[in-house]
């Protein structure tokens, strides 16, 4: 059984023109540990949280994480919407709402609704790995989880991709407080009949 040490080493060092054995290396005390193999969802965390902080850094004047708020976030995600693939038409767009749109426009592409929540949601649990308290983590402010919810909606308005409501096959209006109060003014009416008819289709 060939050694699987050994052979780490050639692919490591790589010189495969030269034909003769590599010498032993005794000053290898404690070869740096390899990692265990991170999921992907852990390498991909680990990926966001290097990039946001390469991009704060960045910044004119520098910031650091510990002054991050939601401000730098924002910032953020705006600036990754240069590298989106998702095609958001805008106000005016004649494809404005269409799931398939039948031709060309030049709306911008930016980064989809659903990347960015997951986004957010890998440097959350980054910034807090990395030390930060969870009581003022920035990635969980309400800020940010109101501009995540209005680029929901604004997308999924001009995508024409509608919110997968919840099954609603039978309405009962007795659940619903609004149509409740209806149903019940209808009732002194002896109007139910019309009431189910209008209100159960939906
Ligand atoms: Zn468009």
């Known amino acids: 059984m060939a050694s699987p040490s050994n052979k780490g080493k050639d692919i490591a060092e790589g010189s495969s023109s030269q034909p003769q054995p ?6 290898q005390p404690q070869s ?3 990692p265990p193999a991170l999921s992907w969802y852990e390498s991909q965390k680990q990926q ?3 990039t946001f902080c390469h991009y704060i850094r960045n910044q004119q ?3 650091h994480i510990s002054q991050c708020g939601s401000n730098q976030i924002l910032d953020f995600l705006q600036y990754l919407n240069q590298f989106g693939k998702t095609k958001v038409h805008v106000h005016g767009c004649v494809f404005f709402g269409q799931v398939e749109p039948a031709g060309h426009c030049k709306c911008p592409l930016k980064q989809a609704w659903g990347s960015l929540d997951a986004l957010i949601g890998r440097l959350r649990e980054a910034y807090e790995k990395n030390g930060g308290l969870p009581e003022r983590n920035p990635f969980a402010s309400g800020g940010i989880r109101v501009f995540l919810t209005e680029v929901r909606d604004s997308q999924a308005k001009a995508r024409g991709v509608p919110y997968k409501k919840r099954k609603q096959k039978k309405t009962n209006p007795m659940k619903n407080s609004h149509c409740f109060w209806k149903f019940c003014k209808l ?13 159960l289709s939906f």
């Open 187 to 199: 009732l002194k009416q002896k109007k139910v009949k019309q009431f189910k008819k209008k209100n």
């Open 48 to 50: 966001d949280w290097n």
């Open 32 to 34: 740096p540990s390899n």
């Open 61 to 63: 004047p520098p910031v």
């Open 22 to 27: 590599q010498p032993p290396q005794p000053q």
